[in-house]
């Protein structure tokens, strides 16, 4: 069994800004101790998380774990309560966004819109019941097999149905 990814939200890095010492005519107010210490926990558990492949999982996870919450304090809780409906659009605008950045050869905005494609992916799958092991298993049986080949093993019936 793969081990259960944490589910905390991501926290973004504090920004260069908010790193600074603060000035010291304008003392801080002391943030209550609990509350930055657990702050700091989740901050060190994020970061400490790999940039890889290893993120549509604990991303799943987390949408996952969004399903039938506050639809206020959540994007994923509030476009699952939306509907079957709502998902499959947001998810077809993305791709669309993601193909004019393709088409048009903006790299930089085609990793954006990627992501976005990919997290609208895993909304679609949450709200479909599908898991990512599903989708992983099949990607691991067309390993090896070439589309070429795999086109051509197709039978007849089914080429002259699609045109
Ligand atoms: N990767 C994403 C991600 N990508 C895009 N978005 C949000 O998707 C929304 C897209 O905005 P749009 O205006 O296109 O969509 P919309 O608000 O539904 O507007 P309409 O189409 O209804 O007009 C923005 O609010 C983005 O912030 C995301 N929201 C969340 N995540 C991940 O999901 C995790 C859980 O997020 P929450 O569910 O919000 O806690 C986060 O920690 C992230 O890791």
Known sequence: MTKKPSIKTPVKAPSKASTKAAPKSSPKKA???KKSVKAKE???DTLSQSADETVLDRLYQVVLSRKGTDPSLSHSARLLSRGTYKV?????EEAVECLIEAVAGR??????ESADVLYHLIV????AGVAPEDVWAELRRREGTSGIAEKASRPKENLSKKG
Do not use: H, R, S, T
């Open 31 to 33: 943030a209550p101790a």
């Open 42 to 44: 989740i901050l060190e």
């Open 88 to 92: 499959a659009q947001k998810f077809g």
């Open 107 to 112: 790299k930089d905005l085609l990793v954006g």
């Open 124 to 127: 679609l799958w949450v709200d």
